[in-house]
């Protein structure tokens, strides 16, 4: 059976973008990603500025004692915002160090009541749509077919898991950062994704594009949902003990793939210890 590495190359050849809107599979299917018409450079760079603002508020809040745990529990920038303009460790009142909670301002601001935007669900059809299409373009033999339908229709289903444990099922957003967050990281082998800033990414996903896509299909955003976590998870797998050739091939078709399936240059992030920042 071929390895991770080549059979990734392979799937690259055997999915060609006509557009950013449209993929033709091997077997001659295509599927739509019409998410990738509203994911435009304004939008990342608002999320850019989301991130940038969220890795400072966290680098201040770890000044005060605060935890990680903590910290990824406030998954809006104003939550963040609220505890350190009351020095504690969570927006509900609970100061650095201590589980005593502090009183509330006076004069509570918007910032503590607002909500964080829900997840962009979609009602599943009840079987896999394109992952089928990306096995037969890997390999025509049907053992081996069966065997990557295992590994990657098993990650998908830890994935999901997971996901449906923190209310996020079936969750646009989250297959989304999954696939940009994996991404950026291959930009910088040396560096480790943050789940903090993962989260961050898939929240403010959520809020930039939640009102946008209440108009697609259920159908289209299970295709794209399917598709960026089986390349997430075959770019992840690709990279494990790649020598450098491979990981400068890696490196250059997660950054290519970014742009075609979401408009987004990974090369202009990095995670770091505060969460998700711009790459200098």
């Known amino acids: 059976m071929r390895t991770p590495a080549t059979a990734f190359l392979i799937v690259l050849l055997s999915f060609s973008a006509a557009s950013n809107a449209q993929y033709r599979g091997a077997m001659g299917s295509s599927w739509n990603n ?4 509203l994911s435009n450079m304004q939008m990342w760079n608002n999320i850019n500025g989301m991130a940038s603002r969220r890795a400072m508020l966290k680098a201040s809040l770890r000044k005060l004692g605060c935890s990680d745990a903590q910290m990824d529990a406030m998954h809006a920038e104003s939550e963040l915002m609220l505890a350190l303009s009351r020095k504690t460790c969570n927006a509900s009142g609970t100061s650095a160090g201590s589980s005593r909670a502090s009183p509330g301002p ?6 503590s009541t607002q909500q964080v935007a829900p997840p962009i669900s979609f009602r599943p059809t009840g079987s896999r749509t394109v992952l089928p299409q990306i096995v037969a373009g890997i390999t025509q033999d049907k053992s081996e077919q ?5 590994l990657i229709g098993g990650g998908i289903d830890q994935f999901e898991a997971s996901e449906r444990a923190k209310g996020s099922e079936y969750d646009l957003a989250s297959a989304m950062a999954f696939f940009a967050s994996v991404a950026i990281q291959l930009q910088d082998p040396r560096t480790e994704i943050n789940p903090g800033g993962a989260d961050a990414l898939k929240f403010a996903l959520r809020e930039s594009l939640g009102h946008k896509v209440a108009s697609i299909s259920d159908g289209d955003k299970q295709q794209l949902y399917e598709a960026l976590l089986c390349f997430g998870m075959l770019f992840a797998l690709s990279s494990r003990n790649a020598d450098a050739r491979t990981q400068a091939q890696l490196k250059q078709a997660s950054a290519d ?10 090369r202009k992030y990095k995670f770091t210890s505060d969460g998700l920042a711009v790459a200098k």
Do not use: F
């Open 106 to 111: 006076r004069n509570p601001t918007a910032a």
């Open 34 to 37: 019409p998410v990738s018409a």
């Open 257 to 266: 793939t970014s742009l075609k399936l979401l408009n987004l240059d990974v």
């Open 146 to 150: 069966q065997a990557l339908t295992r």
